[in-house]
């Protein structure tokens, strides 16, 4: 049996990790791998993390499971965290899932239940593994225009005159904030005209938001999913606890579907709880328990958003060194775009022979897109990286 299996093309950001941990020079820089980082160079156990763990082993008294759906309370809390109320309650169903990957996966297969023949439309570029997913399911799906290499901004244009093409039951893959890899967003008023758009076209929205609070405030990073949320009939929402939670490796994420109507809510509760039973069965419970615990806990709550905006703020002011940094080494502002960009990553915009280039003269690691981790650098590499990027002539 074994002997009739194919090589697999090997996973370019985790090719990207073990050359760089090969490379034996001391002021190589990491910009690939999707993960924050301190300024000492550590992915931190967040305060309220640490204490809702505490708070756990002290007063749990089982590992049995809890449902096909997870722990309600995380679910409850995810509901909340995201939509805030933007929709009727009992419009909304929701499972946990092995991380945002799996809620993607989730949704993915829910539509190929549901609407076999749809089209799944996705921003040119965006996160590799949407891509990889869908031609994994066999799911048919297409690109939609979204960065301009030229001003690294949205091209908005270009992704309105596309999106007119897609047909009542596609599904409109959005990314709800800190687009990935790019850093570049809509305005609110650009998220209102797509809106209108898949609302005539009778288009399902399926929002990806996998950083919320790493850009504008917890708040702010959810008004685009809020609005597009209350702004149509039927919508899903993939949401991952990995980044704003710092614990990537509990897997922690949540998959939700807005309904017409109660009744078509409670079928898509039941098709939701299948696909887990179908997958992985019970899902994961370590990392909702801790996020729920968060949540419902005032003090706990109050630290962890604290210690959010930290993270936040560090990387803004990282975005703002770097352009202030290129903009002294270039004397223009073309790399004024970084600073406007939000999220942990920027795209760069340039060839991969020249990130190639940086990393074989410079050790920047980054991946070949030129997609760049801010979160990657602290104020002693800013200034190494802006002489790579110049050196480089990107």
């Not at 305060?47 to 008294?61: D, G, L, N, Y």
């Not at 758009?197 to 790493?214: C, S, T």
Request: glycine share 8%.
């Amino acid at each position: 049996m074994l002997e009739h299996l194919t090589e697999q093309p090997a996973d370019k950001i985790l090719m990207l990790m073990q050359a760089y941990k090969s490379d034996p020079r001391t002021d190589k820089i990491d910009l690939g791998v999707g993960v924050y980082k301190d300024p000492k160079g550590v992915t931190p156990v967040m305060r309220a993390v640490k204490a809702a763990e505490q708070k756990i082993w002290e007063t749990q008294e089982s590992k049995s499971y809890t449902s096909l759906a997870g722990e309600p309370m995380y679910i409850e809390g995810m509901i909340k965290l995201v939509l805030n109320g933007a929709v009727a309650r009992e419009r909304i169903s929701g499972v946990t899932t092995p991380g945002g990957t799996g809620a993607i996966r989730q949704a993915f297969e829910l539509i190929k239940k549901a609407t076999p023949q749809a089209t799944v439309w996705v921003s040119n570029p965006t996160w590799p593994n949407h891509l990889s997913i869908l031609k994994y399911l066999d799911m048919r799906h297409t690109a939609y225009t979204y960065f301009d290499t030229a001003t690294r901004d949205v091209d908005f244009d270009g992704m309105m005159a596309d999106l007119a093409n897609v047909k009542a039951g596609d599904v409109v893959l959005l990314h709800g904030c800190c687009h990935n890899p790019t850093g570049a967003n809509l305005t609110l008023e650009q998220w209102k005209e797509v809106v209108a758009l898949l609302k005539a076209k009778g288009a399902v929205p399926m929002i990806d938001i996998a950083y919320q609070g790493f850009g504008d405030g917890l708040d702010a990073d959810a008004q685009a999913t809020r609005l597009v949320a209350a702004g149509v009939d039927e919508c899903i929402i993939a949401a991952s606890c990995s980044k704003n939670f710092g614990i990537y490796r509990e897997r922690t994420g949540a998959l939700m579907t807005i309904a017409r109507d109660e009744a078509q809510a409670k079928l898509a509760q039941g098709m939701l709880q299948f696909l887990n039973r179908q997958n992985f069965s019970f899902p994961p419970d370590h990392g909702a328990r801790i996020v729920a615990t968060i949540l419902n806990d005032d003090a706990l709550r109050a630290d962890w958003e604290a210690e959010l905006e930290e993270v936040r703020n560090t990387m803004l002011g990282l975005r703002t060194q770097l352009a202030n940094e290129l903009r002294r080494l270039t004397n223009t502002d073309r790399f004024d775009f970084i600073a406007k960009h939000r999220g942990m990553f920027s795209q760069i915009g340039t060839t991969p022979e020249k990130v190639e280039q940086m990393r074989a003269d410079s050790g920047i690691y980054m991946v070949s897109d030129s997609r760049m981790n801010i979160a990657g650098l602290n104020v002693e590499t800013v200034p190494l990286l802006a002489e790579a990027i110049v050196k480089a002539g990107v």
